[in-house]
């Protein structure tokens, strides 16, 4: 029997989602619980594989038990097992066909940022910065993401193809925090991170926009920008 879970963690605690044998990650964390509950293996599959320190509000995965157990059942009894930093949202039977990574249409990231007095009790759930940004520039700035375009000096890793397209970039204030919000299909490894970077340094009067349009049209032009840290991105929602 397949079932698919929306997934909560707070990403402080753990070293990715992907399943690490020698670290306590979101999959090996996940696997355990469902193998308690199924006496036996399970492989979970996920729709994002998140980096270290990186939250989810809406992971989604996926997994076969061999057990027709009904979906409130086996979301409260997989709670029961999971430690305080991982919660299962919601929970459904689907088909056999269902992949939790392969069916998704679109994504959505938020990356927040502290504009406030610096606060210690904030330091993994926001990047905090030092000086003033310019909001105005960094939505200049965002507008050059926008599109499909070769992503290859703002990912981390080699691959065949770099093509991706990002469908849309917000501004939103909620108090002294500023959230910037991504959607798209799908983003390869530190893409979000590193526009989120490229943002900041334009933010912060230390690069031009048009050395991000460089780096982004000509691969040739080497990535010198900022990785933004991985405590303020938080995986919020997948749509199938």
Do not use: W
């Not at 989810?56 to 086996?74: K, S, W």
């Not at 290859?152 to 193809?161: L, Q």
């Amino acid at each position: 029997m397949r079932y698919l879970m929306k997934v909560s963690y707070d990403g402080s605690g753990f070293y990715g989602f992907q399943r690490l044998n020698d670290y306590r990650t979101v999959q090996k964390v996940l696997e355990e619980a469902l193998g308690v509950i199924n006496k036996g293996d399970v492989l979970v599959k996920g729709a994002s594989r998140t980096d270290k320190g990186v939250h989810a509000y809406g992971q989604m995965i996926h997994f076969d038990i061999d057990y027709d157990i009904p979906a409130d059942r086996l979301m409260y009894a997989v709670n029961r097992i999971l430690d305080n930093d991982i919660r299962v949202l919601d929970c459904k039977k689907v088909g056999n066909d269902f992949h939790a990574r392969f069916n998704v249409k679109r994504k959505k990231y938020v990356y927040k940022i502290n504009l406030g007095d610096f606060d210690c009790l904030k330091s993994r759930y926001f990047l905090q910065v030092y000086e003033k940004l310019d909001i105005d520039k960094m939505r200049e700035c965002a507008k050059v993401f926008l599109g499909c375009h070769d992503f290859r000096n703002f990912v981390a890793g080699e691959r065949d193809n770099y093509l991706m397209c990002v469908e849309d970039i917000k501004f939103n204030m909620n108090n002294d925090i500023l959230e910037i919000e991504f959607l798209g299909k799908s983003f390869y490894r530190y893409m979000v991170r590193n526009m989120v970077g490229a943002m900041l340094e334009v933010g912060m009067h230390k690069k031009k926009i048009c050395d991000v349009s460089k780096m982004l049209d000509d691969y040739m032009v080497k990535k010198q920008m900022m990785t933004a840290p991985a405590c303020g991105l938080y995986l919020m929602d997948i749509e199938y």
